[in-house]
Structure formats: C-alpha cells, structure tokens
C-alpha cells in the first residue's frame, strides 16, 4: 500500500475543502483551486482531515491514492500559504525586464524573447537577473519554472543561462591547449 496515500492530510484554518460527483474544491485566503479525482478513488472530508480511499486494493489504484494525496495536499498547502520558484540569470549581457504580464529576456538571441505569464503565476524581476514566480498552483508554477529554463539552459563549461537558484551546475573543463 502507499505510505503517502494513508496519511490524511490536514486542513488548515481558514480553509475549506468540498467534495462533489468526482470534484476536489478547496478554498483558502488566497484563492481557490479546483481538480477533477480519478475514477477509482474517493475522498473522505470530516474532521478538518481529508483521506484518500481507494476502490480496490489493485496496485494502480494503490498508486493513484498516492498521488491524489500529494495533489491535494499541495492544493491545500497552495491556497493557504502559496508557493515560489527562483530563477538566476548568468552570463554577460543575458537579462531579464518585467513589462506587465510579459518578461522580456535578453539572452545572447539575435532577438529578445517575450514570455508571457499564465494567469494564475505572478513574476517579479530583481536586478535584471533573478527572477521570482510565485502563485498557488503548484503545477502551473513549476511548468512556467520549466518553460523560462528551457529559454537558454546552463551550460556546463561557463554556467551561463538560465537555472534554478538553488540548482548546482555540474562544471567540465575546457579544452587544453596539445604541444
């Protein structure tokens, strides 16, 4: 059985969470988010605790209760406390300005890149070169993350591009000069 699926998740105050015909709603100070359940599980809403529960005990639907779990708890955690994602810029001329909803990168392109920003993720841009996302979709945030990275990413020999602050670029040596 799955260990994360079991554990029931916790409503915090100030948030509320409903359940009808196959469809997770849950809102909390700021915002609200919605999900469609799979088939084969059902949700349990008493207590201020949500628990997954699945149909059978195949190992699909074993599986799915663990992923539903981490769904909706990440919903739950969203629309309480929200989420961020930091991105850094590196490299000589590479940057980034905020215009509204777009971002505008300048990354060593012969042109610069508009990204527009989903509704849902707010963006904010600190000394032309970090980037912070923030927004109460967990998924939404990460895929927008992912769409700016796959821009320009790092490269292993200078490290220039766009990466996540806290990501670790691995570094190779340059080539050698042969006598």
């Not at 849950?26 to 149909?55: C, F, M, W, Y």
């Not at 993350?145 to 796959?150: E, G």
Request: no cysteine; aromatic share 4%.
């Amino acid at each position: 059985m799955s260990r994360v699926g079991k554990k029931p998740i916790p409503i915090p105050d100030k948030t509320k969470a409903t359940y009808k015909d196959k469809i997770v709603t849950v809102q909390g100070p700021k915002g609200t988010l919605t999900r469609t359940v799979h088939a084969s599980i059902e949700l349990n809403i008493a207590d201020g605790l949500i628990k997954v529960i699945p149909l059978t005990n195949s190992r699909t639907d074993l599986a799915l209760q663990g992923l539903t779990r981490s769904l909706v708890a990440n919903m739950v955690t969203g629309v309480d406390k929200g989420f961020e994602r930091a991105l850094e810029i590196n490299g000589i001329g590479y940057r980034a300005t905020l215009n509204g909803n777009t971002i505008q990168f300048n990354l060593g392109h012969s042109h610069p890149i508009d990204f527009k920003v989903p509704d849902g993720v707010t963006a904010a841009v600190d000394k032309n070169n970090s980037i912070k996302l923030s927004g109460i979709d967990k998924e939404l945030l990460g895929h927008t993350a992912s769409s700016i990275r796959r821009l320009r990413p790092p490269e292993p020999y200078k490290g220039k591009g766009v990466k996540y602050a806290e990501e670790h670029i691995q570094r190779k040596a340059g080539k050698t000069g042969t006598k």
